[in-house]
């Protein structure tokens, strides 16, 4: 029998993590400015669990228009300090608002110097909303 990869989740905000006053609204969680944390996050999909040891964190937790090169710097430092720490961590993903999510990505590509998957991922809905 083969153990489940071992994956570290690192949050940073943006719609994926976000509340809408109702399971119906997909417009104003902007405004209403509640997030949950990526722990919380993964407590609504117990399946993920089937597929991989998770271990989560909050890095930051912002609209990625909010996000500046500081903070993929800080990223980037995260992921490599993950990589050299825990060596058991098959890979991470990355949550992410997605106004700039692909510019993420990018620098991500650019720099993260490790040969271990680093996913990021987004959501065009808040996590409360149905669907």
């Not at 994926?16 to 006053?21: E, F, K, Q, V």
């Not at 609204?25 to 997030?35: A, I, K, N």
């Not at 903070?71 to 300090?81: A, G, K, S, T």
């Not at 993903?93 to 620098?107: I, K, N, Q, R, S």
Request: cysteine-free; overall charge negative.
């Amino acid at each position: 029998m083969t153990s489940k990869p071992v994956v570290r989740v690192i949050g940073t905000g943006g719609s994926i993590a976000s509340l809408g006053p109702h399971r119906l609204d997909y417009t104003l969680y902007p405004e209403v400015g509640r997030r949950i944390t990526i722990g919380q996050l993964l407590e609504r999909i117990p399946e993920a669990l089937q597929a991989a040891s998770l271990r989560s964190e909050d890095l930051v937790n912002e609209g990625s228009g909010a996000l500046t090169p500081r903070n993929w710097l800080h990223m980037v430092r995260r992921i490599h300090e993950v990589f050299e720490s825990e060596p058991d961590v098959d890979g991470i993903v990355l949550t992410h608002g997605t106004a700039t999510l692909e510019e993420t990505a990018y620098f991500l590509h650019l720099a993260v110097e490790y040969s271990k998957p680093v996913v990021i991922t987004g959501a065009m809905r808040p996590a409360s909303a149905l669907g």
